[in-house]
């Protein structure tokens, strides 16, 4: 089955900070890939996504690669802010059988400092 | 434009109760899923509805059932409430079935007493 394997938080970084989340998959088929963010309260925002092999996601200053030889797709941004702070869920989605079932990991805490 | 919206936001009931969640989709949004998000975890999905039908569903009992109306939108049921069942629970929309990102609503907090 599928399956998405994020690092464990939480992560706290000072202002400024480079980040990197990372995520690998397993999936049976040729899956989308996506980062969704979570703020305290809230429900899940789509952060970025890519499509197939090789595409770059971006948004917000964020940016994640959909890596196939590696089964990777680690969120990166060069410079955090207090206002990153949320919980970051790696997640794919699986068009085998032609129905969209969207698998998520467990999520990673981030935490910014000033 | 609106975005995905459910309700209530919160909910309180007993083991052994049923209860009914609701969602209303993004505009131009013609499918609906369904997550549980147990505190601390990542959602699991619960099942899929597209065309009022049920299309997919995932490793949940049958006590969790659904419905998707004409409008698109869409409630969940939960019968015989376990103390397990304490949870956010998500709605999303898309359009389309396939690869399309979802929009998730704020969730229905539902705690079991």
């Known amino acids: 089955g599928n399956s998405v394997t994020q690092m464990e938080g939480p992560v706290t970084l000072s202002e400024e900070a480079f980040l990197t989340i990372n995520c690998t998959y397993t999936?049976?088929?040729?899956?989308?890939l996506f980062w969704y963010v979570q703020y305290p309260g809230e429900g899940l925002q789509l952060l970025l996504k890519?499509?197939?092999?090789?595409d770059k996601g971006s948004n917000k200053g964020f940016e994640a690669t959909y890596r196939k030889e590696t089964t990777s797709f680690h969120l990166e941004k060069g410079s955090v802010q207090v206002s990153d702070s949320a919980v970051y869920f790696c997640a794919l989605s699986d068009p085998t059988g032609g129905y969209q079932k969207v698998t998520f990991g467990t999520g990673t805490k981030l935490q910014v400092i000033p | 434009d609106a975005g995905v919206t459910q309700s209530p936001t919160h909910l309180i009931k007993t083991r052994g109760q049923q209860v009914t969640l609701r969602c209303s989709p993004k505009s131009g949004h013609d499918t609906v899923s369904w997550y549980q998000q147990a505190l601390g975890q990542g959602p699991q999905f619960i099942f899929q509805?597209?065309?009022?039908?049920?299309?997919q569903r995932g490793n949940f009992p049958d006590r969790f059932s659904g419905h998707q109306f004409p409008n698109y939108s869409s409630e969940l049921n939960v019968n015989a409430l376990l103390l397990g069942d304490s949870a956010l629970y998500l709605c999303?929309?898309?359009?389309?079935?396939?690869?399309?990102?979802?929009?998730f609503g704020d969730g229905t907090r539902l705690s079991i007493l």
């Open positions: 999303a929309s898309s359009w389309g079935q396939v690869n399309q990102p979802q929009h």
């Open positions: 999936a049976t088929g040729y899956p989308s």
């Open positions: 509805y597209y065309e009022e039908e049920e299309r």
């Open positions: 890519a499509t197939k092999a090789d």
